[in-house]
């Protein structure tokens, strides 16, 4: 399809390409959910030793292989500011893994959207919508906007929930990464009163609850309705989104996933554990007496054990941490 609407521009048929496009713009985020869960941990007894080395290691390592991007992704048409620098091509790899890591999950499929900044500048790197298999999804897949959510780069139009990651990210400038995800077992949450409460140790991660809620029953779809899921969202790591899904936030691209996975595993849990009776919250002060010194590479373990799932046996990286049995 961009292929069809690149070479429409570059003929100068500029309604024949924006016919192209519109296939793509056109699914951008359905009100679909998908089931699954995973298990993830944060911040405990990790050998204080390594944890700055070994976290700049473990940084070093995840990027490899390091992708080859053969040429600016331009579409014609659209201006032509961002280059492939090191950085951008590392930020569209890690981007790519997290989408395809999410969907293995279940968190993220035909709904939902991740974001990611490009270090050392004002651009953001976005997932598409339109339908695409995001088991799949390239780093050249990518959409670049800027700070408005005005498509920079990228073969794609950003999502129709842009506006998400777009305020969100003004307003919270701390937070690398964003994702907004239809997760089935918290979407389980979001219809209905039940509170959504950190119930596992490795729920510290979400800060205590129960999890914040925006009740508008609409996608959000303008810098308005930006601003009030923003609001609703406050200095938590994650809010509920009514009748929705989920949007969480992170200072890294690790956090982010390490959250909303966390977040989704805590939530089956928990209506499971109705079958049995009344679960019981992790106490407040567990979450507010939780270890950080590790969390850092807590982190990047995390994601680190996800991206290896895609890995060949003998391709698999070990992060150099020890960790709850890992
Ligand atoms: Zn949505």
Not at 49 to 76: D, M, Y
Not at 161 to 171: F, Q, R
Not at 257 to 265: I, P
């Amino acid at each position: 399809m961009a292929e069809a609407a690149a070479a429409a521009l570059a003929a100068g048929l500029e309604d024949a390409a924006a016919l192209a496009l519109t296939g793509a713009e056109a699914g951008a985020d359905t009100a679909a959910g998908d089931a699954g869960a995973g298990a993830v941990e944060e911040g405990a007894a990790c050998p204080p030793h390594a944890a700055r080395e070994s976290t700049q290691i473990i940084a070093t390592a995840i990027q490899r292989p390091r992708p080859v991007i053969a040429a600016p992704i331009i579409l014609a048409g659209y201006d032509a500011r961002v280059s492939t620098s090191t950085a951008e091509a590392e930020a569209r790899e890690k981007l790519a893994q997290c989408g395809r890591a999410l969907n293995r999950l279940g968190l993220y499929g035909l709904a939902g959207h991740i974001s990611l900044r490009i270090p050392d500048s004002d651009l953001i790197l976005i997932t598409p919508g339109g339908g695409l298999d995001k088991s799949r999804l390239k780093p050249e897949d990518l959409t670049v906007i800027d700070a408005s959510g005005k498509r920079v780069s990228g073969p794609y139009p950003p999502p129709l929930e842009t506006p998400i990651h777009t305020v969100v990210h003004e307003a919270k400038p701390e937070y690398g990464s964003i994702a907004h995800l239809h997760a089935h077992w918290a979407t389980v949450f979001s219809v209905t009163k039940e509170p959504l409460e950190p119930a596992l140790i490795p729920a510290r991660c979400l800060g205590p609850g129960p999890l914040r809620t925006f009740d508008v029953p609409q996608l959000v779809t303008t810098p308005e309705l930006g601003q009030q899921l923003n609001a609703a969202l406050g200095d938590a790591s994650a809010v509920l989104m009514r009748w929705h899904g989920i949007t969480v936030v992170g200072r890294t691209l690790e956090e982010m996933f390490t959250r909303a996975v966390t977040l989704e595993d805590n939530a089956r849990l928990l209506w499971e554990a109705k079958v049995l009776g009344a679960p019981m919250p992790l106490p407040r002060e567990a979450i507010e007496n939780r270890p950080t010194g590790s969390a850092d590479e807590t982190l990047v373990r995390t994601f680190l054990y996800y991206t290896n799932l895609e890995r060949p046996a003998d391709q698999q990286i070990h992060s150099g941490a020890r960790y709850m049995g890992s």
